[in-house]
């Protein structure tokens, strides 16, 4: 606990408070997922949940997108209480979720997948922009969107919230079964969607991916945030986060 | 020969109908996963509220063809937000379940007021009479149907297909909870969705109203053939009920020429072919 306060110290000198999830606890249909999440993200952080398989981080995000219909605590977003909104209100307020399974539609081109998501407010990607980050999806735009490669898809799912203009992005696994080379890739984008202010939620459990991308670190495990470092205490942290991760 | 031609005609008319209502049927089965029993009482709301409009307030043909289908499709919207909405997640029968319920009530207080004989609906001033064709004499309401019905079916295809909200639609129908994570209002789209399709059975409603007259059971009479349409087609392939539709229409015309005997089986034993050929339906997918 003493290393949450030193990174949550660490973390001050960040800006002001974009998510503040307290006491969080979600339930798929009767069985209990989470036990009490607790963590924050300021502007302009990367924040990166590791934990082992099942241990809720996926379940973290989808309840702060409000998917997951049944949950309780508090989740705050720039102030606002956001712990009983609707998914399509907390998107409208400037959250963009990536879902693991990337979410892809097969009945869409690439180009209406891209388009899909709605500006929510100004100062979103341009189309150029996108397209100078991401070279390979302007030259797929008419091809059916469950029809690209693996890291394409992922490209595309990231790129299609940029365009929303919602600056607070939550990643589910990025590089999940994606070529070193690919991942490479995502990880200068987020480094440079970084140094333009977005504030990004990171879940990973490629732990070396994480370490080149993130600011913070929390542990999660069965359901609760166990533990907390930042990034410059990772090597101080190694022996403990091997044990976590059981890697 | 004539007699092949005009039961051609027939056949492209009763397509008419079959793709216009099967079209809204796979619209609904796509968004609410609901198979909709009370399409046919819809059919026929919408040539009640043509009937209405005309006798009541003096309301024509052509007003009535927008205003019908938007009040039955407001009607539909409004059994999604009280009803239907609330069977989202549980078992098909449900839905079957309470649409055949919705359709027996509605077609019950209608037969309660009107009996089971039809009333006549003059054909528009403007569509009367024919053009002679050479091979055959075109009466040009009849035409009309099968044009306009076109038009309308190609119009909801492009809808769907081809613009943005036809893509959110698409995407909805995939992927529900995503859709709604993007920000996009989807409870709201599958109200409109169902007023949709509930607008387009209204439409061939008042369509068919000068040709069949308005009669409490047209809904109920159609609609067995028009189950049979969607199951060969494919449930939920916009361009499948379509072109099915048309095409069945056209061959049940054809064997009432050729085989009369079979003219109201031969839908169904297509069916039962298609069925044990291809389960999903001709341009269905594998569930």
């Known amino acids: ?247 | 020969m004539q007699a092949l031609y005009a039961q051609l005609l027939v056949g492209l008319i009763n397509g008419s109908f079959y793709a216009l209502l099967s079209l809204g049927l796979a619209v609904i089965f796509g968004m609410l996963n609901i198979i909709n029993f009370a399409h046919g009482a819809l059919y026929m709301m919408g040539a009640f509220c043509a009937y209405f409009l005309l006798n009541i307030a003096g309301i024509g043909y052509w007003p009535a063809l927008i205003i019908a289908p938007i009040l039955v499709g407001i009607f539909g919207m409004i059994l999604e937000r009280t009803m239907l909405q609330r069977l989202a997640g549980l078992d098909h029968l449900y839905g079957l379940l309470l649409t055949f319920g919705i359709a027996l009530i509605v077609q019950g207080v209608f037969q309660n007021y009107f009996g089971s004989s039809g009333l006549p609906y003059a054909i528009p001033e403007e569509l009367r009479g024919g053009i002679n064709l050479g091979f055959m004499f075109l009466p040009i309401y009849r035409g009309w149907v099968v044009v306009f019905s076109l038009v309308v079916c190609l119009a909801t295809w492009y809808l769907i297909e081809k613009t943005r909200l036809g893509a959110n639609l698409r995407a909805a129908t995939e992927n529900p909870t995503l859709v709604r994570a993007f920000g996009i209002n989807v409870p709201r789209m599958i109200t409109l969705t169902y007023g949709l399709g509930v607008g387009l059975a209204a439409l061939a409603g008042v369509l068919s109203a000068p040709i069949n007259q308005v009669r409490p059971l047209m809904g109920a009479d159609l609609i067995i053939v028009v189950f049979a349409v969607v199951v060969i087609g494919g449930m939920g392939s916009i361009l499948g009920s379509i072109i099915t539709g048309f095409s069945l229409g056209v061959i049940e015309g054809l064997t009432k020429y050729f085989y009369p005997e079979a003219s109201n089986t031969v839908v169904f034993v297509l069916m039962v072919l298609v069925l044990l050929v291809k389960p999903a339906g001709l341009t269905g997918r594998a569930a």
Not at chain 1, 61 to 77: A, C, N, Y
Request: contains cysteine.
């Open chain 1, 1 to 247: 606990m003493a290393d949450r306060k030193m990174a949550e110290a660490a973390a001050s000198s960040a800006g002001a408070q974009v998510l503040s999830v307290s006491n969080l606890q979600a339930w798929y249909g009767e069985s209990h997922i989470l036990h009490g999440i607790d963590f924050n993200v300021k502007a302009g952080e990367v924040v990166t949940l590791l934990g082992r398989n099942g241990a809720g981080k996926t379940t973290t995000l989808k309840s702060v997108m409000g998917i997951i219909e049944k949950r309780t605590g508090s989740i705050r977003f720039n102030d606002t209480d956001i712990t009983r909104a609707s998914s399509d209100k907390i998107a409208r307020m400037g959250v963009a979720f990536c879902p693991e399974e990337r979410g892809i539609f097969a009945s869409l081109d690439v180009r209406e997948n891209l388009l899909l998501p709605p500006i929510v407010r100004p100062g979103g990607l341009s189309l150029d922009q996108i397209f100078t980050l991401f070279p390979n999806l302007k030259e797929r735009l008419d091809s059916q969107g469950t029809k690209l490669s693996g890291g394409e898809q992922q490209m595309l799912a990231i790129a299609r919230i940029l365009r929303t203009g919602a600056r607070f992005l939550m990643l589910d696994e990025p590089t999940e079964g994606l070529a070193p080379v690919i991942i490479q890739q995502i990880g200068q984008t987020i480094a440079r969607l970084k140094s333009e202010g977005f504030t990004i939620l990171l879940v990973e459990q490629n732990f070396r991916f994480a370490s080149t991308v993130a600011d913070r670190y929390y542990i999660v495990e069965h359901g609760k945030v166990i533990d907390g470092f930042a990034n410059s205490e990772l090597s101080a942290n190694m022996d403990k986060l091997h044990t976590y991760l059981g890697v």
